[in-house]
Every structure is written in C-alpha cells, then in structure tokens.
C-alpha cells in the first residue's frame, strides 16, 4: 500500500468526521425534546433505528450531532426508539422514551448518557402489557410528578397517572383519562390525540397535544386548560396554535422550553417538503401566554417569518 494512498484515506476520514461535527441549522429529528443544561442545549428525538441520537447548542441556532445517548443494545428492545424526553432528578438524567410502542425510563449519570434501561415496561403494573406511546413527565409545584402519555382506547388519546419519588414508578390508583378526539380539525385524518406536554402559568395547568395523523399536513398542536391536574380539560378555542405554520406543514408533536434567558419556546417538527413527510425536521418558535391563551410566535430561524403561527383550518 503506497504512502500516498495511505495519506488519501487519512484526508478523507479527517474530511468525513469535520463534516459530521460541524455545526448545521438542519436537524432530522420528529419528536423533539429540549434539555437545557448549564452550558449546552441537548436536543433528543426520534430518528435512529438503534436508538436515540442527541444533538447539542450553545444558542439553538447551530447544532452539533453527538451521537447515540441510548443504544438498543442497553435496552430490552430492538425497534421502534420514539418521542424521548430527559430531565435531571436527584443528581442523575432520566430519560422516557416508547420502544416497540411501549413506554420505558432508562437512567444515565450524563445527559449525553449512556442511558441504561430500568426494568421492563414503565407501566407494567397498571395496564400489564398493553402499548403506550409518547410519555412525558410534569413536577408540580408540591415536587409531586406525573406522567402523561397515550393509550389506544379511542383511537390516539391522553392518559395520566402520578409517579413516586423516583420518578419512574407508577402509583396505583392514578390512572385518569385527559382528553380524546372530539374537534373537527383533529380528526383530518385519523382519531388522533398525541404527543402530550404540561406546563404550568399563573396557577393554572396547559395540556399541550398534537392531533391528526403525523403524516397529514394539518397536523398540528393544540392546547387544553385546568386549574387542577386531575382535570377536567378545557379545550382552547384557538386551537390549533400551531398548523401549517408559513410554509411549515406537518407542524407538531412538539414540547416547551424555557432557554437560559428566561425566555419561552415551542421546539416542535415539520415534513421534510411539500412532497415528503421523511425525513421530519426540528424547529422552534417562541411562545407567548395572553390570558389563559398560548400564542406562538415564528423566529427567523429555520425559516420562520415574525408573527402569529397559528394556522386557519380549525
């Protein structure tokens, strides 16, 4: 083997891994999930098949690709690696995420990871082995923790219970049903309630969701509101807040951030192009509370205009 020859594959490889860490406003992930860390913003989501990727910022503009933060090979599953969110509890990362559309927790002492699986399904001791999708979890001011997630009891719809300290298991008993399909803009194609995400403001509760099948173009986020956990949910009038956001189309199953400023956003995915659903990409928008209304706002990156995103096709 020649020197030179040797030399060409060492520039190539050195050009291939300065391509992969260079930084880019594209970021191929559905689902997506913002942790914000002392220095660094962590973005999770859906799109490896062996796992799930993360990518990191300094100022949600530019990203890099870290790698896999959860490898099937630390968990019990082989497919299927969706919709993941990570928060720190008690001085280690937890990280929820669907797996062959079952819900799992797995535990890292990083938030880049590696996160290992804990146990089996999440749910296991309330619904045995019955398929979930798209776990999210809320702290409440009190430190009590809940889960929200979807069940397939009327097509796609949103279910609650309350987790123990750990955060990872169920408490018996609190499993509540939040909100299905009952809007004509959720059903374009499909029964579909998904994606949950909760925040609180001013003392009352915002259930976020996405409804349509993620493949429609209308899909789109929405939004219910109570003064209490255990419901019952108010759907907002406005919804949906987000749809076909300027030129975005599939806009949804998002979740909210507030960045090291103190400011509010909305990170959520879009297709691919008019013509293609794959690969989704992420985007984020700011957000606005009006009254008891959430109101998202574009940015001028990726491809935002300023203004009110919220869509005309209720």
């Known amino acids: 083997m020649s020197r030179r020859f040797i030399l060409f594959m060492v520039l190539s490889i050195v050009a291939v891994m300065c391509r992969a860490q260079a930084p880019t406003a594209i970021v191929p992930l559905a689902d997506p999930y913002i942790l914000v860390g002392d220095s660094l913003y962590y973005a999770y989501g859906t799109h490896a098949a062996d796992g799930i990727e993360y990518w990191t910022s300094t100022d949600l503009l530019h990203w890099r690709y870290g790698g896999l933060a959860l490898e099937k090979s630390n968990t019990t599953e082989s497919r299927w690696f969706w919709a993941p969110e990570v928060y720190k509890i008690d001085g280690r990362y937890v990280m ?53 997630f979807v069940r397939f009891t009327d097509g796609n719809c949103i279910w609650m219970c309350r987790l123990e300290a750990d955060g990872i298991t169920p408490v018996a008993g609190t499993l509540r049903h939040c909100l299905s399909v009952s809007e004509p803009w959720e059903s374009k194609l499909g029964r579909v309630c998904e994606g949950p995400f909760v925040v609180k403001h001013e003392g009352l509760y915002y259930l976020t ?93 990726p491809a935002w205009a300023k203004g009110p995103a919220q869509g005309s096709n209720k």
């Open 96 to 148: 929820y995420y669907s797996a062959d559309e079952h819900l799992f927790a797995a535990v890292a002492d990083s938030p880049t990871g590696p996160f290992m699986q804990v146990g089996g399904y999440m749910l296991e001791t309330l619904l045995g082995d019955e398929k979930c999708i798209d776990s999210s979890r809320f702290r409440d001011d009190d430190g009590s923790q809940y889960l929200f």
């Open 209 to 301: 969701y996405s409804a349509n099948d993620f493949r429609s173009q209308d899909y789109g986020v929405g939004v219910a509101v109570s003064s209490s956990l255990q419901g019952p949910w108010t759907k907002s009038a406005t919804s949906p807040i987000l749809c076909r956001a300027d030129s975005l189309l599939g806009t949804g199953h998002h979740s909210l951030f507030t960045d090291r400023a103190g400011r509010p956003h909305i990170v959520f995915h879009a297709h691919d192009s008019q013509s293609s659903v794959q690969p989704r990409r992420m985007h984020i928008g700011s957000v606005e509370f009006q009254g008891q209304e959430i109101v998202v706002r574009g940015r001028s990156h």
